[in-house]
């Protein structure tokens, strides 16, 4: 699985910003989807994740009720929608596709995409 991930830039602190996840190659419906972060000099984090028929969804505490997550499997896309942004969601975004009905380990997922930047201005 090819993933390409877009949508990211700056925006001030408050503002919205919806990340959008491509896939390609073996079938994307089969996989749980997820969307991880790294700010510099942090560890990779867990943001949120999708099983493979979109029913059930997962966040992290820092972002529940803010970060809405989605799929569409017809597209081959899974999307990350991001309100009420922060300055502390400055990151590098990647999204990522697990064998795995669900998992918040980055460890558990096989494919990764890029990554694209997300800046949070103040």
């Known amino acids: 699985v090819q993933l390409v991930e877009s949508g990211g830039g700056v925006v001030q602190a408050g503002g919205s910003l919806r990340l959008s996840c491509a896939a390609s190659?073996?079938?994307?419906?089969?996989?749980?989807m997820g969307w991880f972060r790294q700010a510099p000099g942090k560890e990779r984090d867990f943001v949120a994740a999708?099983?493979?028929?979109?029913?059930?969804?997962y966040y992290a505490d820092s972002v529940k009720g803010r970060f809405t997550i989605s799929r569409d499997n017809a597209k081959n896309t899974v999307y990350l929608q991001m309100n009420s942004l922060k300055p502390e969601d400055t990151a590098v975004y990647h999204c990522?596709?697990?064998?795995?009905?669900?998992?918040?380990?980055?460890?558990?997922?096989?494919?990764w995409g890029q990554g694209t930047q997300v800046t949070v201005s103040s």
């Open positions: 990522a596709a697990t064998s795995q009905y669900y998992s918040n380990n980055y460890n558990d997922y096989a494919y």
């Open positions: 190659g073996r079938t994307f419906s089969g996989y749980g």
């Open positions: 999708i099983v493979w028929t979109g029913a059930r969804t």
